[in-house]
């Protein structure tokens, strides 16, 4: 009887059927390429898959339309102070969020304070609530609406907000 070795084929087995999908570190910062990936959050964000992280180095990014995320991602900033979203141009809604698993981190918001509204707005599209939020060291100075407005969501980890000169509506919204 001949003797068989399944060792290799036990090692290339998991190769085969595992996914090959993984979270993309995408980076951001003034200049764009070749230093950084991208020019623009919003690129950054367009180019994304479910599961990346959109790294933002310091600087200041203008966004003229809502930024809308429908897929798990994380948004983070090199520092609170040195971030800055000028949302100013924004008539809408700043960010528009979907979807499950998100992080915002570090970073100053400027939004529009005369046509804008809620400048970060959580909501399920439909009626199954949002899950798995984490928002930390997030500044919005001088919002039009409730600048932190979240609706339909569970196990949300909200850390170092700040919220003021809020125009109408409350700081935080639930």
């Known amino acids: 009887m001949e003797k068989k070795n399944y060792s290799l084929l036990l090692l290339v ?3 085969l059927f595992w996914s090959g999908v993984q979270a993309t ?3 951001v910062g003034p200049g764009g390429p070749p230093t950084y990936q991208y020019s ?4 950054a964000i367009a180019a994304s898959s479910a599961g990346d992280e959109i790294q933002v180095a310091n600087g200041t990014y203008v966004f003229t339309t809502t930024q809308y995320i429908s897929q798990s991602v994380s ?3 090199a520092s609170e ?6 949302m100013t141009a924004v008539a809408g809604y700043g960010f528009a969020i979907t979807a499950d698993n998100i992080t915002l981190k570090n970073f100053t918001i400027l939004p529009n304070q005369t046509t804008g509204t809620y400048t970060i707005k959580t909501n399920p599209s ?3 609530p949002l899950n ?17 407005d ?3 969501i569970n196990n949300a980890t909200l850390i170092n907000l700040t919220a003021t000169n809020t125009i109408s509506g409350v700081g935080i919204a639930f």
């Open 13 to 15: 087995l998991p190769i």
């Open 25 to 27: 570190t995408l980076t």
């Open 40 to 43: 623009t959050i919003q690129a």
């Open 75 to 77: 948004i983070i900033g």
């Open 81 to 86: 102070a040195g971030v800055t979203i000028d």
């Open 126 to 128: 439909g009626t199954t």
């Open 132 to 148: 798995n939020f984490h928002y930390e060291n997030i500044t919005i100075t001088g919002a039009k609406k409730t600048p932190f």
């Open 150 to 152: 979240f609706h339909g």
